[in-house]
């Protein structure tokens, strides 16, 4: 089992809705070591295009190519949990400035939680 620090990019496979089969696409990891290797599970935000919409709590990434990425890109809050053998592979991981904004929008959506 591989495990991934809190601002890695990774692959995951996401589920198609409406047909069978499913798609790669990146995800970023927001779990803690500690907890992938005693739960064997790993919590991942989306990352996406979002070439067609837009949520307000969405975060650019602005050094995109520097995390992996093949093109502008976004932190979107849909969280996640999935089993760590499941992830296919990191790509890179967000660089100091997109971290801090990731977690800065974290806590002004949880700010009693973190």
């Known amino acids: 089992m591989t495990i991934f620090e809190p601002g890695t990019v990774v692959d995951v496979p996401f589920p198609f809705i409406e047909k069978e ?3 790669t696409r990146p995800a ?7 907890f992938q290797s005693s739960c064997g599970a790993c919590v991942l935000a989306m990352i996406t295009s979002a070439e067609r919409s837009a949520w ?4 650019q990434l602005s050094d ?3 995390a992996g990425l093949k093109k502008p890109s976004l932190l979107r809050w849909k969280v996640f949990t999935l089993d760590d053998a499941l ?3 990191a790509r890179g991981a967000l660089s100091q400035e997109d971290w801090s904004r990731v977690r800065a929008s974290l806590e ?3 700010p009693k939680v973190i």
Do not use: C, E, N
């Open 56 to 59: 307000p709590t969405d975060v």
């Open 87 to 89: 992830i296919l592979g």
């Open 28 to 34: 970023l990891v927001l779990s803690v070591s500690s």
């Open 64 to 66: 995109w190519r520097f």
């Open 108 to 110: 002004s959506i949880f």
């Open 21 to 23: 089969g499913s798609k």
